[in-house]
């Protein structure tokens, strides 16, 4: 099946800043990619659609201008996280549909932790 | 609202039971439905996918799909301890634009050796 490198894997960063989380689709060119967020003990929760080359769809209560998604390229799409606050510490996640039987593969998850 | 709902457990078995886990959505207009494993710490594998009423099996999983009741389910047979982890329903359906994966949240199984 094909291969979704996330990067980085864990970060940790002071309130106030901004971290950039990469996925890379590593061998299927992907023209929508999705990211979730996961709190401890919850589900995943869609935050937002990746389009390449237009503006992602966000979901309801996720702030836009907070949660930059850039999809440049079939193979990249980037998540920042603006202005980082401790609300914002959770375990992100991307997403490319595989349209087949192989469902939708996942990155490997990046841990945030905003102290 | 795009709804999918599981038993949050925990659902302990002994190794070598059946282990069967339960998940129904709202949203008739689902077509794709996918159960995957999270271990803790980590991202989603998936287990089995199913898109039409009936059974499939795919070696100890057996995944079962009613769409009349809106209902799909997991049985692990043989359950080993390595099969204990997060098992989360997901649904596909209809979104802004494109098809979205909705999930329920989750089914802790533990398989106690």
């Known amino acids: 099946g094909a291969v979704v490198s996330q990067h980085p894997s864990r970060v940790i960063c002071k309130s106030g800043t901004s971290v950039k989380i990469e996925c890379r689709s590593l061998d299927f060119q992907a023209t929508t990619m999705f990211w979730y967020r996961q709190f401890p003990k919850q589900s995943l929760m869609l935050m937002a659609t990746?389009?390449?080359?237009?503006?992602?769809?966000?979901e309801q209560g996720v702030e836009k201008d907070k949660f930059l998604i850039n999809h440049a390229s079939l193979t990249l799409s980037t998540l920042t996280v603006t202005s980082a606050h401790p609300e914002d510490s959770s375990f992100y996640i991307c997403s490319v549909d595989l349209q087949g039987a192989d469902g939708y593969t996942f990155g490997s998850g990046t841990r945030l932790t905003v102290v | 609202q795009k709804e999918v709902e599981q038993n949050s457990g925990p659902l302990s078995v002994p190794e070598g039971a059946i282990a069967s886990l339960n998940c129904t959505y709202s949203d008739r207009g689902s077509q794709s439905f996918f159960w995957y494993r999270q271990y803790s710490g980590k991202s989603p594998e998936l287990i089995m996918s199913?898109?039409?009423?009936g059974d499939k099996e795919d070696g100890r999983f057996t995944a079962q799909l009613n769409k009349a009741s809106q209902y799909v389910s997991l049985l692990i047979r043989d359950s080993q301890p390595s099969d204990s982890a997060t098992y989360l329903c997901?649904?596909?359906?209809?979104?802004?634009?494109?098809?979205?994966?909705?999930f329920g949240k989750g089914t802790k199984l533990s398989v106690i050796p």
């Open positions: 997901a649904v596909d359906s209809p979104g802004a634009g494109s098809y979205q994966l909705t």
């Open positions: 199913i898109y039409s009423n």
């Open positions: 990746s389009n390449e080359g237009s503006k992602a769809t966000y």
